[in-house]
């Protein structure tokens, strides 16, 4: 199906009647596969213990896939499944976090850093996953104090330098100390009335390597201390409780890490710095320089510049020689990121397989070209594209697309999303092996959230990150509740409802009605539980195969979204299902099927009209399809039952 697909089978059979809040009737059509028993793909049960209701989506909306999703569903390809949370081994809860609200942990901020370090870097991959095995390596041996051998080592070594290096340490321990002190004390004096607690200011010398790495090199910078972001992370916290927070002089209006850095700087030039050091705010940190070796390289380029005025041709050779060493900035690495439409490329598939089968540890059989296709290039969506002028749709347009990610042309990463009117759904992600240092599933993560918050500036409704389901009796699965502050949807009001109060309440159980936490006394939406009835549709067949949908592996923990498996579907199994909850029956029962529009081999017709296009029908027949269009309310709602076309295959 694919790329093309997804636009042209728009199925307008049924009219082109607007509808509020979605498009045209007939422009989704879904025929339904009832509901399932399978294995469970999250905690390997080699029992059926995972149970859902499945539909096949010929085309549908992005307006009614949204509303989908916030329903409880997910796709694989063109096959829409919801899991029944009461029924199945691991409630799977959708999750979703607003972008705006989003700011990153320390350890998703040293993704960024590890990313860009590499950028910067222009030694090879393979030097660079080296030298970080061989860093971790010598970090394992320091650890091996017990070793006999290592032991001696290390005493042989330290015996030789420990007389001439013990002095100098204990007088740098010191001045780093004594900087961090006055740091302290000028952080006090900036924040005379801070209620909250801020941190303590940590210096720590430049090393030589650390040099090479700054834009600008500087001999005679020795100490740095990033105090001012650690303070500017901290306001930000505390900015949400409407804290107030005034200076010496007067309120900072610009309270980034720049702008405390250079009031920093002025009140601890105030101080008498040790070793005749000098202070500078630098781009958010505090540099320390050594005034001494400043001094001396003054008079150096002076003496040289004389020497060389002078025409001395000896001096003049050494110059030239200084210059042609000089290290010449090096050509970094280029991270290209590109949105594609969902269609079949080559190289995709190539890096797809290699990854299904080195990290998944698929067999090679297995993963073939028609496995790929339904699972990540196959969809339903109904493609829009954009509209100039029009703020309503993104630049991308909305639909299903390929996120790939290049690395000086190399192809590294590729995200499967859909771009819907409210979200960015992510949906799966397969990167290459060689570059899993690089934590790409965590950067990619990051990159899909930051591009929700540029798109929110073209289209203001687009405003959430979905991050697929949650599962909190899955410790592989919780890494995506790390990316806060998240909701989780309940399942059965449909209420999103923050994680830090849903986590408690998991802790105890693994299905909890959510919302119950929540004061649901003015809430308008009706409750919708699945109603265990009969298999649906004439044609329905058992055997059809229903993805199997799981997560990354436990050593993983990086990747958003889903691992995809073949897997055998069993035949409906109703006597262990949870009881239907009865307000939501007689709330479904209410609705008029009558006007639901049905797709009979071709036809679109409204079910109340039947009999009037078909002629006389069997009452066991009408009987028997009137109840399987009021399970399928039940399980979609009102409002996506009343436009959708409801295909009987």
Request: charged share 25%; hydrophobic share 30%; proline share 4%.
């Amino acid at each position: 199906m694919g790329d093309g697909a997804s636009s042209s089978r728009s199925g307008r059979g049924g009219g082109t009647e607007r509808v509020k809040g979605g498009g045209a009737i007939g422009e989704s059509k879904v025929t339904d596969h009832g509901r399932r028993r399978s294995s469970c793909g999250y905690c390997r049960s080699t029992s059926y213990s995972s149970i859902s209701h499945g539909l096949w989506a010929d085309s549908i909306t992005a307006e009614d896939y949204q509303e989908l999703l916030d329903h409880g569903w997910r796709r694989s390809g063109c096959f829409l499944y919801k899991p029944e949370m009461e029924g199945t081994c691991c409630p799977s809860y959708t999750i979703r976090l607003k972008a705006t609200d989003f700011y990153p942990s320390k350890e998703q901020a040293r993704i960024y850093k590890k990313m860009q370090r590499f950028l910067d870097d222009t030694t090879s991959v393979k030097k660079f996953e080296s030298s970080k095995q061989k860093e971790n390596s010598c970090r394992g041996l320091l650890k091996l104090s017990g070793n006999d051998s290592i032991t001696k080592m290390t005493a042989l070594s330290t015996k030789e330098s420990s007389a001439s290096t013990c002095e100098n340490m204990c007088n740098e321990n010191d001045i780093l100390h004594s900087l961090a002190n006055i740091i302290n004390s000028a952080v006090s004096t900036l924040f005379v009335s801070y209620t909250a607690h801020l941190p303590k200011a940590v210096v720590k010398k430049v090393t030589c390597q650390a040099k090479k790495k700054l834009v600008e090199i500087s001999e005679d910078l020795v100490y740095t201390s990033s105090i001012a972001f650690q303070i500017a992370a901290a306001i930000r916290r505390s900015q949400s409780t409407d804290e107030t927070i005034k200076c010496r002089e007067s309120e900072l209006l610009d309270l980034n890490a720049t702008t405390i850095a250079e009031q920093l700087a002025c009140l601890v030039k105030e101080h008498e710095l040790p070793s005749e050091l000098l202070i500078k705010a630098c781009n958010g940190h505090l540099n320390f320089y050594s005034a001494t070796k400043k001094r001396s390289s003054e008079f150096i380029d002076l003496k040289e510049s004389m020497q060389a005025s002078r025409g001395n041709r000896g001096n003049t050779k050494r110059i030239c020689s200084a210059d042609s060493n000089a290290i010449l900035p090096q050509k970094r690495r280029k991270l290209e990121i590109r949105m594609n439409r969902s269609s079949f490329d080559q190289e995709e598939f190539a890096l797809y397989r290699r990854y299904q089968i080195k990290v998944h540890d698929d067999k090679p059989e297995k993963v073939t070209v028609g496995s790929y296709k339904r699972f990540l290039v196959d969809t339903p969506i109904v493609f829009v594209p954009p509209v100039s002028g029009d703020n309503t749709i993104p630049p991308c347009g909305f639909g299903s697309f390929h996120q790939q990610y290049l690395i000086d042309g190399k192809l590294v990463a590729v995200g499967v999303v859909d771009v819907l009117p409210r979200c960015l759904s992510s949906k799966y992600l397969f990167w290459d092996p060689d570059f899993a240092f690089l934590s790409l599933g965590k950067y990619s993560a990051l990159q899909e959230i930051n591009w929700v918050k540029e798109t929110q500036n073209h289209c203001p409704s687009l405003q959430y990150y979905y991050l697929g389901y949650y599962i909190h009796s899955c410790n592989k699965m919780r890494y995506k509740a790390a990316y806060r502050p998240s909701e989780l949807l309940c399942p059965l009001r449909y209420q999103w409802v923050p994680f830090e109060v849903a986590r408690p309440l998991l802790d105890r159980t693994p299905y909890v009605i959510l919302s119950d936490s929540l004061d649901v006394k003015d809430c308008a939406m009706s409750p919708k539980l699945p109603n265990p009835v009969e298999n649906l549709g004439p044609d329905f067949h058992d055997s059809s195969p229903m993805e199997d949908l799981s997560d990354e592996d436990e050593e993983e923990d990086e990747e958003v979204g889903f691992h995809y498996e073949d897997s055998d579907t069993g035949v409906e199994d109703e006597s262990n299902l949870a009881a239907t909850n009865a307000l939501n029956v007689a709330d479904s029962r209410a609705y008029d099927v009558g006007d639901i529009v049905l797709d009979v081999n071709g036809s679109c017709v409204k079910f109340k009209d039947i009999e009037k296009v078909f002629g006389p029908l069997e009452r066991r027949i009408i009987s028997k399809l009137e109840s399987q269009l009021q399970r399928f309310v039940e399980v979609v709602g009102n409002e996506l039952a009343g436009r959708m076309v409801y295909s009987l295959g």
